[in-house]
């Protein structure tokens, strides 16, 4: 999926509550789903133009996400309808966060770190000088 601008996500927003053209039509021309496009207006609708600028990667909470969960299951709403009360960019994640919570409980909801792999030594070839202490140590032949 393309990567869209505030302008470009205010100008089919605009376009949408102007009456000018349906969410299908709106989206099609523009590249993306008229789900992602209804998305958008709702959260336009209730948060104003901020939403435009929140970032899309966010890392959140582990209580944060059960706390998305259970107002979902508390007042029954969707995925979709959750996601733009709590001002999550992508209904998909509350959706993940179900299944992970069901199928692995609340440690599946905390925050995976996130490590580069370190470079571990191969064994095999030794570094050491040719007789020097380290060298004939390891050979055997002093103690």
């Known amino acids: 999926m393309a990567k869209f601008t505030e302008d470009d996500k205010l100008a089919a927003i605009q376009c949408y509550l ?31 133009v901020e939403m435009l600028f929140r970032k899309s990667y966010t890392s959140y909470t582990a209580q944060f996400k059960l706390d998305v969960l259970n107002y979902m299951n508390n007042h029954g709403t969707s995925p979709n309808e959750t996601a733009v009360i709590f001002k999550i960019t992508s209904p998909a994640l509350i959706r993940k966060w179900r299944i ?37 140590q390891a050979e055997g032949t002093l103690r």
């Open 100 to 136: 992970q919570h069901e199928s692995h409980g609340m440690d599946a909801l905390k925050p995976k770190r996130k490590r580069r792999s370190t470079m571990k030594k191969k064994p095999g070839k030794s570094t050491h000088v040719e007789g020097s202490v380290e060298a004939l």
């Open 18 to 48: 102007k009456g000018l053209d349906g969410y299908a039509s709106i989206a099609s021309s523009i590249g993306t789903t008229s789900s992602v496009l209804k998305n958008w207006v709702k959260q336009y609708e209730l948060h104003g």
